[in-house]
């Protein structure tokens, strides 16, 4: 396995493993350990919640517990680091800024990009270590040239189920450098199998599906924790009222569940922002969420800027397949040309742009998608 060979290659070194209290970080922390690293594991406090009666909140205290305990079973250093007040400014206040703009934004990626990675490899690197772990299902290679200098590339990781460089596309190469991802080559089932056999604490417990960090809360219940509820009308592809909706922000593009109407299956297909109207249409109406061309705001690149024009592959939203477009330049950011049309491009999320080698796909970069074609119900 690749990884194996760079572990190899690099052991004896110091590396400060993200501990999450998941199973894919107790592994993790596992397989550093068995491969000489000096591990040390660190659990970080991002949000603790401040909503009592928010059923399913984040209750990070069993978290950390149970990291505590892996790290017991690992006979390896456990620290908390406080990182709350910086990924409130830089996740949670942005999430709701977003929102209330009518977006949709990824907290995964944000949290990636300005607290789980950069302040821990901060913090890191002063407490002498010589790298930091993750438990994200994704790989890492080096890139040699004889041209110019070396560079470090981020792959998709190899189990495509779980695989989650979506999230990453932000790195650095400085970043890269010093991240590992012990995971990367396995798939979840081998995972799962591997924590049982080493009878880790967390070996049976269920992957989060919430907010990165906040808990296994309904997006619109967090929501109305800030947003004010501004109810409209719902209507139909014709324009007949056919309900009453809390407030636009917390619909999005494509969401069937949670309209309240009869008579369907029912989903969003546009929302009128100036006369705070949500449009929905029938299932033989889902051509009017189809588009193909977005446009993003300015892209980061993890080695040097894509040739552009090119021909490409871009995943529009996370577990959603890649797809081949053409990416060119447009002002700052970027505009996307699918080959075909996707379903449901939205403004917030994330474009990945992705080529496929003979090791994989390499995540090239991204960037927050800010436009999409107009249709007949723009959204």
């Known amino acids: 396995m690749v990884f194996a060979r760079v572990m190899k290659y690099m052991s004896k070194q110091k590396v400060i493993m993200a501990l999450s209290g998941g199973v894919d970080s107790a592994v993790s922390a596992y397989l550093l350990k068995k491969q000489g690293f000096d591990v040390r594991a660190v659990f970080m406090?991002?949000?603790?919640?401040?909503?009592?009666?928010l059923a399913g909140e984040c209750n990070w205290v069993r978290e950390r517990d149970d990291a505590a305990r892996v790290a017991r079973k690992l006979k390896i250093p456990f620290a908390v680091w406080d990182f709350e007040k910086q990924y409130q400014r830089f996740v949670i206040d942005?999430?709701?800024?977003?929102?209330?703009?009518?977006?949709?934004?990824?907290?995964d990626v944000r949290c990636n990009q300005y607290v789980k990675i950069p302040l821990f490899l901060k913090r890191a690197s002063k407490e002498g270590a010589d790298f930091i772990a993750t438990g994200h299902y994704a790989r890492k290679s080096k890139e040699i040239s004889v041209m110019r200098k070396d560079n470090w590339n981020l792959l998709a990781g190899s189990d495509p189920n779980k695989d989650q460089s979506y999230f990453?596309?932000?790195?650095?190469?400085k970043q890269l450098q010093h991240l590992l991802f012990p995971v990367g080559e396995m798939t979840k089932p081998e995972v799962r199998q591997l924590a049982q056999r080493l009878h880790l604490p967390v070996a049976g417990k269920q992957d989060s599906v919430?907010?990165?960090?906040?808990?296994?809360?309904?997006?619109?219940?967090?929501l109305r924790t800030r947003l004010p509820e501004k109810p409209g009308s719902i209507v139909n592809t014709k324009g007949k009222v056919l309900g009453k909706h809390q407030g636009l922000y917390f619909y999005t593009i494509g969401q069937?569940?949670?309209?309240g109407l009869g008579g369907g299956p029912w989903y969003v297909v546009g929302r009128n922002m100036k006369q705070n109207k949500l449009i929905v249409g029938t299932l033989t109406e889902q051509k009017f969420i189809m588009a193909r061309t977005c446009l993003t705001a300015q892209p980061h690149w993890i080695n040097e800027p894509a040739k552009l024009p090119a021909i490409l592959l871009v995943r529009h939203r996370y577990r959603h397949p890649v797809f081949t477009a053409k990416v060119m330049k447009f002002g700052n950011g970027l505009k996307i040309i699918f080959h075909k049309p996707q379903r449901a491009i939205t403004p917030g999320q994330s474009a990945v742009i992705y080529k496929k080698t003979r090791a994989g796909l390499v995540v090239l970069g991204g960037a927050v998608i800010d436009k999409v074609e107009k249709t007949k119900f723009s959204w």
């Open 94 to 107: 942005y999430f709701f800024r977003e929102y209330k703009r009518g977006r949709t934004p990824n907290p």
């Open 168 to 173: 990453l596309y932000t790195l650095t190469q």
């Open 256 to 259: 069937r569940s949670g309209l």
């Open 210 to 222: 919430g907010i990165c960090f906040v808990g296994e809360v309904k997006i619109a219940d967090y």
């Open 45 to 53: 406090k991002n949000f603790t919640g401040t909503h009592e009666n």
